[in-house]
């Protein structure tokens, strides 16, 4: 991935930091200092209000002199993509299977507009998790957030604005801990909350204990950059993590320990990774077109995964435990089957962006990918990938995370202005039999 120099300057490249803030702050749009100063910039958006014509982001388009429309053409014609390998983006559109738009699986319920995701790094969009519907993990300036859409209540998890330390006892703990942590990279679940850090930095949090559990050092080189975490439980059920980093390594970490008990090593710096099911096998991809099915517990390759034409910042394993998926900067995400590798099975465009954020539900029904701002795709599974509802709004994306019983997924939205958290809800189908039951 792109080095990071850690101060906040140059966090986006100048040619992909065209966000909605622009619309507002043209002084070509005459009414455009009374959009800012409105008060409706700060209220919610329900879905009632929706059906009352209100935008989902409570964006006032009727006092611009532009509709949003024209706004979203603009964006289409003018967003760049960020590429480490030219063109790649424009050579995969002629690759790309075939998909009927226009689908409903998840339906708009509601836009939190006090809650305001961020983002450090441009090509790292991991930012947010929601281990039930009703908790929701979010980075947040120089805080991790817990916000409860059942209560609409937030608070501070992990203040880093100051010194982190731990407060347990545990071998490799690094007691010192850690200042003003610029974090890139979050994961939640299992009770566990795990933040990475620009220098390599890893804080460990369970959530039903008070205060830090665990701070170390993951890699002291100085491109060490943590760029994804996994959480998962082993076969004998203790919790362990996954740390990817820019300094080519992958670290599994065993909580149940409090130490890394494996160090993968690779050719290129493993921009992202996710576990299989069983736990048998890892997708690693990097800064390399070509990805890689590896041994969880030896390393080894098992297969090369060819295809993509850029770098690969995303993948995700389906629940059926055979097919996985992986978002590359060539704007396409690609489907595989790991009974035969030879080639991906699909391949998914987007719209504007680099594929930086994949999941499925569940339940394998859904998978949802997330470009760098402005869409996120939702396919049909069981289609083969041939049907996908497309959820269109303005801003970055910090993240998004499906709740474990599929009933809601969230988006975290970065914008100057528009800062937020859209809240969508699986629509269900429902018979007459079935209601009567």
Known sequence: MS???GGLAGVYPEDEDDRLADLVGDSDYEDDEYIQSSSKLSEDTSSMDVKKGKDIQGIPWDMSVITRDQYRQRRLEQYAN?????????????????????????EFEHNTRSVKPTI???????????????????????????WSPLTSEKRVIVDLQGRVAPCE????NFYEGFYQTQVS?????????????????????????????????????????????????????????????NDCGLKDFDMENFQMCNHFRFNWAVNHTSLSPDGKIIAVVGDDPDGLLVDANSGKTIHELSGHLDYS?????????????????????????????SKSVAVLGGN??????????????????????????????????????????????????????????????????????????????????????
Request: glycine letters at 8%; a negative charge.
């Open 313 to 341: 910042f995303a993948s995700a394993w389906s629940p059926d435990g055979r097919t996985f998926a992986t978002g590359n900067q060539d704007k396409t995400c690609r489907i595989w089957d790991a009974r035969n590798l």
């Open 120 to 146: 450090l790094h441009f090509q790292l969009r991991n930012l947010l998790w929601a281990t039930t519907k009703h908790d929701v993990y979010l980075m947040s300036y120089s805080s991790v957030l817990h």
């Open 3 to 5: 080095q990071f120099d």
């Open 169 to 172: 006892k545990h071998h490799g």
């Open 185 to 245: 990279t979050l994961a939640v679940k299992n009770n566990l909350l795990v933040a990475g850090g620009f220098h390599g930095e890893l804080i460990c949090k369970f959530l039903d204990r008070d205060g830090i559990s665990y701070c170390c050092k993951s890699t002291h080189d100085d491109n060490g950059i943590t760029n994804c975490l996994e959480i998962f439980e082993n076969p004998s059920g203790a919790v362990h993590f996954l740390a990817s980093n």
């Open 82 to 106: 960020f590429e480490n390998i030219p063109n790649s983006g424009r050579t995969s559109a002629k690759l790309c299977t075939p998909v009927e738009s226009g689908q409903l699986y998840y």
């Open 352 to 437: 504007i962006g680099a594929i930086r954020s994949i999941h499925y539900t569940s339940d394998g029904k859904f998978l949802a990918m997330a470009e760098p701002a402005d869409f996120i795709h939702i396919f049909d599974v069981g289609s083969g990938y041939d049907r996908k509802q497309e959820l269109d709004f303005f801003g970055e994306i910090a993240g998004m995370s499906f709740s474990p019983d599929t009933e809601a997924l969230f988006v975290g939205v970065n914008d100057r202005n528009y800062s937020s958290l859209l809240q969508y809800s699986r629509r269900r189908f429902y018979s007459y039999l079935d209601s009567a039951l």
